[in-house]
């Protein structure tokens, strides 16, 4: 009898409590997250009245060298099956290949979900009180909001990508750099900035911010909605992939 989505479920929580390679990397993320951000907020103090500086640039400072973290998290959700070969073990267990998938991404959902309120809310409590933030600033509910929504997402386009890959190798040395560096770097070539600010990274960011940034050609929630569309093709192309894939491979 093929194993219940409950239970599917239940096993993927098993092996991410007893694999340190996973449970480590929110960890890491957290604490660079919030850690960095406390500390550029202690460093730099108070904005200057008037100064016209955007308070998710130290609110999210930290996110910046964090995501990475989080990037890893959802590769290594999906990515330790093909690394150690253990996708043919992994489906004897759940045969219905859309239903082990389904259970990585619930897992991964509810991984990301809990990262992004905790470090969300622990990166405005640092700003707050080292550099004063003021929670009553327009834009910022928002900004909490979609600091906790990037991180679910983030999670699920990674590990959708990696099993797209079918190679955690690959995965690891392809998205990481890119989420660190690649977009940003993308988005300052001129020509190429245009279609840069659409990467999925760099309209969760966005996103996040209070106001409004000249030569982006969305808003702030259309950021996140970008985000969550290559997301959600993400995820269809793991699916697909993993349908396909022999339970031999990885």
Request: with cysteine; net charge positive.
């Amino acid at each position: 009898m093929a194993m219940a989505f409950g239970n599917a479920l239940r096993a993927e929580r098993i092996k991410f409590t007893t694999l340190p390679s996973q449970w480590a990397a929110p960890l890491a993320g957290l604490a660079l997250t919030v850690g960095i951000t406390a500390a550029v907020g202690a460093s730099e103090g108070p904005p200057a009245p008037g100064s016209g500086k955007d308070p998710a640039d130290m609110i999210y400072f930290g996110l910046l060298f964090g995501h990475v973290a989080v990037a890893c998290l959802g590769i290594l959700l999906i990515g330790q099956e093909f690394n150690t070969r253990m996708l043919g073990t992994s489906l004897t267990a759940v045969p219905r290949r859309g239903r082990l998938y389904g259970a990585k991404l619930a897992l991964g959902a509810a991984l990301g979900l809990l990262l992004g309120l905790v470090s969300t809310a622990g990166c405005f409590l640092a700003v707050h009180a080292t550099a004063g933030l003021d929670f009553s600033t327009p834009g910022l509910a928002r900004s909490f909001l979609a600091g906790v929504l990037y991180h679910p997402l983030m999670v699920l386009l990674c590990l959708g990508l990696t099993a797209m890959l079918g190679n955690f190798s690959a995965a690891l040395g392809l998205l990481t750099p890119m989420v660190f560096l690649g977009t940003t770097w993308l988005a300052a070539i001129p020509g190429v900035r245009e279609a840069g600010q659409f990467l999925p990274d760099r309209g969760g960011l966005y996103a996040m911010r209070t106001r409004t940034e000249p030569g982006i050609h969305y808003g702030h929630w259309t950021g996140l909605l970008i985000m969550a569309l290559w997301t959600a093709a993400a995820g269809y192309g793991g699916l697909r992939a993993m349908r396909r894939r022999r339970a031999s491979n990885g």
